[in-house]
């Protein structure tokens, strides 16, 4: 499977991108095909208004590399890992504005929207976080973000590692060892047991397989 992972810290060398570098390592070591990018690096502005700034064949006049990596990158991918540091209680504004820049391609009023609209769908999205609070809810809005494009683009949200930190690379030293969890996260992205079911949604009536005669 194909793999992009997305890290939207500024801080190259931060709390997120050392846990998404973990889950990239996991990824590799369960045989997957694994890109990593900075939102940094690709998306230099956020969305402006389609209306006025598309050129007349309908594409985004921003020249930055988010076209690039949104069709060549992220549209091929079999899963989509976002990193972000937790910005007052939200994610990264880089990482907002890469959601948001997807609208340009997504609108009615560009030429191949029904098919970058079915490229979106159903791919398998992971979530790492940092942050120095360690309140249960301070992560509560990005999951809850995160779940609701999950269900918009008929996606499977597989879960979240979360490690705690403040200073660069202190998440290292978190005794909970997301370092640990992120690479395991990777090693079973794929395959993981994940669900959000329906109310008519064929499933067992176990989660797990039972031993015989249990
Ligand atoms: C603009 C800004 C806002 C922040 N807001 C929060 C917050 O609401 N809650 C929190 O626990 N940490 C907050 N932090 C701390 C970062 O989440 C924390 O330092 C994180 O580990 C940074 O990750 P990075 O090294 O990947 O950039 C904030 C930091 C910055 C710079």
């Given amino acids: 499977m194909k793999a992009l992972l997305l890290s939207s810290s500024p801080r190259y060398d931060g709390n997120s991108t050392t846990l998404a570098k973990h889950v990239a390592i996991g990824l590799e070591e369960a045989g997957h095909v694994t890109e990593f990018q900075h939102t940094h690096d690709i998306v230099s502005t956020f969305l402006r208004d389609c209306r006025t700034c598309r050129h007349p064949n309908g594409e985004c006049a921003i020249t930055d590399d988010f076209r690039d990596v949104f069709f060549n990158h992220f549209l091929p991918a079999d899963g989509l890992i976002v ?3 937790i910005y007052w209680y939200g994610m990264s504004a880089q990482l907002k504005a890469f ?3 997807m609208f340009c391609y997504v609108a009615a009023s560009h030429p191949w929207s029904s098919e970058t609209i079915e490229r979106m769908q159903r791919k398998r999205i992971g979530l790492v976080l940092s942050s120095e609070e360690t309140f249960p809810t301070v992560s509560t809005a990005i999951t809850h973000q995160i779940q609701e494009y999950s269900r918009y683009t008929q996606s499977c949200f597989v879960g979240v590692v979360h490690g ?3 200073a660069r690379g202190e ?3 978190d005794p909970n060892d997301p ?3 992120a690479k395991k996260f990777g090693r079973t992205f794929f395959d993981a047991h994940a669900t959000d079911f329906r109310i008519d949604t064929p499933r067992p009536a176990r989660v797990w397989n039972q031993e015989p005669g249990v």
């Fill in 171 to 173: 998440v290292a030293r």
């Fill in 83 to 85: 990193a972000t540091p």
């Fill in 99 to 101: 959601f948001d820049r």
């Fill in 164 to 166: 705690y930190g403040n």
């Fill in 179 to 181: 370092m640990a969890a």
